[in-house]
Nanobody, 116 residues
Framework: QVHFVESGGGLVQAGGSLRLSCAASGSTFSIDDMGWYRQAPGKQRELIAGITSGGITNYADSVKGRFTISRDNAKNTMYLQMNNLKPEDTAVYYC??????????WGQGTQVTVSS
C-alpha cells in the first residue's frame, strides 16, 4: 500500500518562502507521475504542480514562476519550493499521484498560512 506524509508547512509573511516535503512509501514511487495539490477553506482541492517520473514539470498559472516541484526517486521523496508567497496561497497542501490512482489514499496534508 502506498502512503504519503507531507511536511514543511507553517506560518509565513507575504513574500516569504517555504519548502514542502512529501515522503512516499511503496516501490512504485519512482515510476509514478506525481503532483502537489492544495485545498483552501470552502474550496475544492486543486492540482497546482505536476512532475512525471522522468522529471518533466508543469504548473498551474496561479503558481507558475513562484513554485518549483522536484523529486528524489532514490529517497522516495517529492518537494515543493514555494517563493514569493501570497495570502491566496493559504491552504492545506497534499501530494499524490497524477493522475490519481484508484484506491490510493490522501495523506493528512500540511498547512501553509501566509499573512499579509
Amino acid at each position: 500500500q502506498v502512503h504519503f506524509v507531507e511536511s514543511g508547512g507553517g506560518l509565513v509573511q507575504a513574500g516569504g518562502s517555504l519548502r514542502l516535503s512529501c515522503a512516499a512509501s511503496g516501490s512504485t514511487f519512482s515510476i509514478d507521475d506525481m503532483g502537489w495539490y492544495r485545498q483552501a477553506p470552502g474550496k475544492q482541492r486543486e492540482l497546482i504542480a505536476g512532475i512525471t517520473s522522468g522529471g518533466i514539470t508543469n504548473y498551474a498559472d496561479s503558481v507558475k514562476g513562484r513554485f518549483t516541484i522536484s523529486r528524489d526517486n532514490a529517497k522516495n521523496t517529492m518537494y515543493l519550493q514555494m517563493n514569493n508567497l501570497k495570502p491566496e496561497d493559504t491552504a492545506v497542501y497534499y501530494c499524490n499521484s497524477r493522475p490519481l490512482i484508484y484506491g490510493r489514499s490522501w495523506g493528512q496534508g500540511t498547512q501553509v498560512t501566509v499573512s499579509s
